[in-house]
């Protein structure tokens, strides 16, 4: 394929962009959030050969701006509510995979508080409701992985979902039948709560609802596992490969070896190992990138 580089030897031929001086100069929006706003403009128009760019994952970002994943949700967050930046999940086609699609917004519009809950991630300390809170935990993975599931609902509202399918159901069939429809339902109501490639492997080899449930439970605490033991904020939509390859290892072995009695066990441990593995190889990747990066204007504040 035939390229055409633009203003090449100088510092545009890798791509360029724009940026509004009313962001640069709005006194209300820290210059932290000023510097993220800067390096998203600068992928928003054309690269090297007049295409529009890929956008660095969250990952790269973080490394190439010298922040970790905590700093940078907190103050991206405040061009999201300056309605100055939007930020949208899409699938991609023949992928199973969302994307973040973000958008340089030339009239600024405020997200309502609804649209800031649904739409943004989910720092530790960026002041957003967190879908997925933390459970404590312990070094045994055999106790670890019991207790009330880390995850974007609650008992009531399952409880909730449980009467309406048993009285849209009660006349129409027999028990059993009413039990299939009954499991069907709160399996397709977890659709949208957690990414669809993890529910698809889920709903496709556990063998009932609580099943499918108990296990996301395990995934969750795996991961909050290995967060802690790397100190890195985790977000499942970010990394989604990694878990469904984790996942789907696991229940290879579950499904194929009857040897293993305990489940869940086997199940958290296969996770957690894959997880820390893979996170602690990109912890040292950033780590390395990192060192190599100067910002003497926010090195005060950044960290």
Not at 42 to 65: H, M, W, Y
Not at 94 to 113: C, E, M
Not at 206 to 222: H, K, P, S
């Amino acid at each position: 394929m035939d390229s055409v580089i633009q203003f090449e030897g100088t510092i545009y031929e890798n791509g360029y962009g724009m940026i509004a001086q009313k962001v640069m100069r709005d006194k209300k929006l820290p210059k932290q959030s000023k510097l993220i706003y800067a390096y998203m403009c600068s992928f928003a128009a054309v690269d090297k050969n007049g295409e529009r760019t890929a956008f660095p994952s969250i990952s790269l970002q973080c490394a190439e701006l010298g922040m970790t994943q905590d700093t940078y949700y907190k103050w991206r967050k405040y061009l999201v509510d300056g309605g100055y930046i939007t930020i949208k999940r899409q699938r991609q086609e023949g992928s199973r995979f969302d994307k973040n699609i973000y958008s340089i917004l030339a009239v600024p519009v405020k997200p309502t508080p609804q649209e800031n809950k649904e739409k943004e991630p989910y720092p530790k300390n960026s002041g957003t409701e967190n879908p997925y809170p933390k459970n404590s935990s312990t070094e045994n993975p055999s106790t670890e992985n019991k207790g009330t599931n880390s995850n974007s609902f609650n008992s009531n509202s399952l409880n909730n979902t449980y009467k309406d399918t048993l009285q849209d159901t009660e006349n129409k069939s027999s028990e059993s039948s009413k039990q299939k429809k009954r499991d069907e339902l709160l399996r397709n109501s977890l659709r949208g709560k957690i990414p669809d490639s993890i529910h698809e492997i889920l709903s496709t080899f556990t063998n009932n609802f609580q099943e499918m449930y108990d296990w996301y439970g395990v995934l969750l605490r795996a991961k909050d596992k290995v967060a802690k033991e790397t100190d890195q904020l985790i977000l499942i939509e970010d990394h989604e490969e990694i878990f469904h390859e984790s996942l789907m290892a696991a229940i290879r072995r579950i499904k194929t070896d009857s040897s293993i009695n305990n489940h869940e066990n086997y199940l958290f441990i296969t996770i957690a190992d894959n997880l820390g593995k893979y996170f602690s190889k990109l912890e040292r990747s950033n780590a390395k990138e990192n060192s190599s990066l100067y910002y003497d204007w926010l090195n005060e504040e950044i960290q």
